[in-house]
RNA sequence: GGCGGCAUAGCCAAGUGGUAAGGCAAGGGUCUGCAAAACCUUCACCCCCAGUUCAAAUCUGGGUGCCGCCUCCA
C-alpha cells in the first residue's frame, strides 16, 4: 500500500507517485517574520515537521525546503512603529521562530530560504513574465495579468467573474488601482516604492516585490520548475498559492506543484486563532506550561486537515496522555532519559533495531497498524491510538526483555512523529527548588536550635554535594550554587 | 453575495458501505501506614427528515447549526 495524499488541486485523496522515484521535493511555506509565533504556527511546523519526518522513514529521499519571509509591508510597518530597521525586526523574529521550532523538537528544513536572498530571481522571474506577455508594468508596477491565465481558480476554486463583482470590501481598494491595473484582480509581482523606504532598484524604478513572487522564485531556484508538494496553512490556497501556481505555471508551462497540501487551523472558542484578531497565545508562553510532547500531542491528535479548538481542557487531556506514552517508554534507554531534547535525531530507524522489530510478532502488528494510519493521508490521530496499544502492551507484559524491545520500538516510532518521549516529570522549575531549599534551611534552623549538630551538619554537608553552599549569615541563613 | 468545510459518548477525536479507534474525565477494582501515582476494568447505535442498498455514522436529496476562505494571516 502506497501513500495517498488530499491534493487540494483535486479536492481528492491521491496516490503518493514522486515525480523521480525515491525522491521528493517538499516545499512548505514558512513564517513572515514580524510577530512572535503561535499556537497556529506551530501546529503547521509540527504538520510538516511530521510530514517529512515520515517521507524519510519511508524510504525517500527528502529535500524539503521552508522559506523565510523577511521582507514584506507588515515588517516595514511594524518595524517603523518601534523606529527600527525592517532587516532588525525581521532578524529578531526569525531568531525567535527559530527558538520556538528547537523548543518544539521541528526538524530544521534541508533549505531555508530567505526572500531577501532571492531579489535577483525575483526581479528576473517578473522580467520574463512581461517578456513572455503574461505581466505588464503600470506606472513603475508590474502585474500579473490573470486573464492571460486560462486555469486562474482552480486551486482556491474561484471564479474570475466572482472575484470581480464578489469581493465587495475589496472595492474601494480598488478604485485607486482602477487605472494601473488592466483587471481588478490582476497582482503585483513588483510594486513602486518611495527611494527612503526599504527597496531594490529594477527595470520598473526602485520598489519591492510582490509576496507571492518570492514563493515562484524560490521554489524554482531551490528546487526546480516543478515539485512534488507544495504546502502550508489552508488560509494560503487563495490568493497567495492561487498566484504562485499562476506566475509559475504561465512561466514554465508546467505544474508548479503535484500535490497541494493544506493544513487547517487552531481555534479559540471556535474563532480562528490569528495575529489579526489577537486571541492567540505564543509559542514561548505555551512551552512555560506545556511540554513540547504535550503541545505535539494535542495538534497531532487531530488530523491536519481539520480544526482544532484550544482550550486548557483538550491541553491538560493530551498532558495526561503523554505521560501513558512517557511512562511506557521510560525502559527503553536508561541513559536517554531525562536527558531533554535531542532534536532531529529519529529521523529514521538504526538497521540494527528494525531488523530486531521485524522479529517480533508485537512489533510487525503494530508496524503495519501504524504505517497503514500514516499511509492513509497521515493520519496521526490513528497513528497516535496505536502507540497508546503499545504502551498498554508494555504495560502488561511481564517479560523484561519483551518490554525492553518494544519501549524502544515505542520510541523509536514516536520519533517518526517527532515525539521525544523524555522523561520531565523530574524536571523542577525554579520556584519549587526555592521552595524546597528553604524546607531544608528551615530544618537545619530547627536543629540547631535543639543543638542537634549532627542534623544540621549532615544537612550542609549533603548539600555542599549535591552543588549548594549553604551560608550563615547575620539575616539568616541563605544558599547559593558552588 | 460567491466558494469550501464540519456536525460522532460529559469533553477532545478517528472512522467514506458491513454493523462505532484512541485520549481526557467519571464509576468499579488491585496495590497502599495515609495520600498520590501506577495497573486492570466499565462507559455511544453517530444533528434532524426522506431516500438508495441485503447492509449507512459512512452514498443521495432536503433541513438545522457551526466554521473557514473571497483582504494581511499558518
Redesign the pocket.
Known sequence: MSIQI?NTLT?K?EEFVPIEAGKVKLYA????V??S?????A???IVWDVIQRYLRFAGYKVTFVRNI?DI???IINRAKELNIRPDQLARHFLYEFWQDMYALNVAPPDIEPRATEYLQQMIGMAADLVKKGKAYESGGDVYFDVGACPDYGKL????IE??K??????VR?QDELKDVKRNP?D?ALWKSAPETETGWTSPWGFGRPG?HLECSSMIKSVLGETIDIHG?????????HENEKAQSESLHDKPLAKYWM??????VS????????GN?KTIGDLLREYSADTLR??IL?????????F?P??M?????????LV??ALLADAEENGSGFYPSKHYRFDQKAAEAYKNDETITEFHKEFVA?MD??F?T??A??????L???I??SKDTAQRQLWAKALKDYSGILGFTLADTRKVVDRNSTEQVLALLLQLRQDARANKDFKTSDLIRNELAKAGISVMDTAEGPTWEKT
Open positions: 488530499f479536492g485523496k511555506c514558512g513564517p513572515t514580524y510577530d509565533s503561535h499556537l497556529g504556527h501546529r503547521m511546523a519571509t514584506d509591508d507588515k482556491g476554486k474561484k471564479n466572482d472575484l463583482s464578489g469581493a465587495r470590501d475589496q481598494s484582480v497582482f509576496w502550508g496553512g489552508e488560509d494560503l490556497v487563495f490568493p497567495h493544506h493544513n487547517s487551523f487552531v481555534n471556535e474563532e480562528k486563532m490569528s495575529k489579526s484578531l492567540f500531542l494535542f491528535q487531530t488530523h491536519y486537515r481539520n480544526p482544532i479548538d482550550s481542557e483538550a491538560n487531556a493530551a498532558k495526561q496522555a503523554l505521560m501513558r511512562r511506557a494510519a492513509n493521508d493520519n490521530a490513528v497516535v491510538s496505536h502507540l497508546f496499544g504502551a498498554d502492551k504495560a502488561a
